[in-house]
Nanobody, 124 residues
Framework: QVQLVESGGGLVQAGGSLRLSCAASGRTFSSYAMGWFRQAPGKEREYVAAISWSGGSTYYADSVKGRFTISRDNAKNTVYLQMNSLKPEDTAVYYC?????????????????WGQGTQVTVSS
């Protein structure tokens, strides 16, 4: 089992940057594929990015491709989401998620563990 704690959210102007972190407990972090999802008010949770257990493969939603970068440091049990060129439509609660898998799923129901979320607000 793994526990996830996100941090790094906040208020930023459009065009700005934020880096989210997701710290995981447990000694088997490197066995988990990790994902980032977000949920805006009144909308369904949507996929943002995912990374394989080794960090060798990364995947992105079209809406963030070229602006966001997912990475991980298995020595620190942490996954990151670097968000650049932020837009007001990126405003949402961002969640990290984990699953033991060789793949890096895009569907939220494929993940077993979730953090509590961190708010990102982008002002225009």
């Amino acid at each position: 089992q793994v526990q996830l704690v996100e941090s790094g959210g906040g208020l930023v102007q459009a065009g700005g940057s934020l880096r989210l972190s997701c710290a995981a407990s447990g000694r088997t972090f490197s066995s988990y594929a990790m994902g980032w999802f977000r949920q805006a008010p009144g909308k369904e949770r949507e996929y943002v990015a995912a990374i394989s257990w080794s960090g060798g493969s990364t995947y992105y939603a079209d809406s963030v491709k070229g602006r966001f970068t997912i990475s991980r440091d298995n020595a620190k049990n942490t996954v990151y989401l670097q968000m650049n060129s932020l837009k007001p439509e990126d405003t949402a609660v961002y969640y990290c998620a984990a699953v033991i898998s060789e793949l890096a799923p895009e569907r939220d129901y494929e993940y077993d563990y979730w953090g509590q979320g961190t708010q990102v607000t982008v002002s225009s």
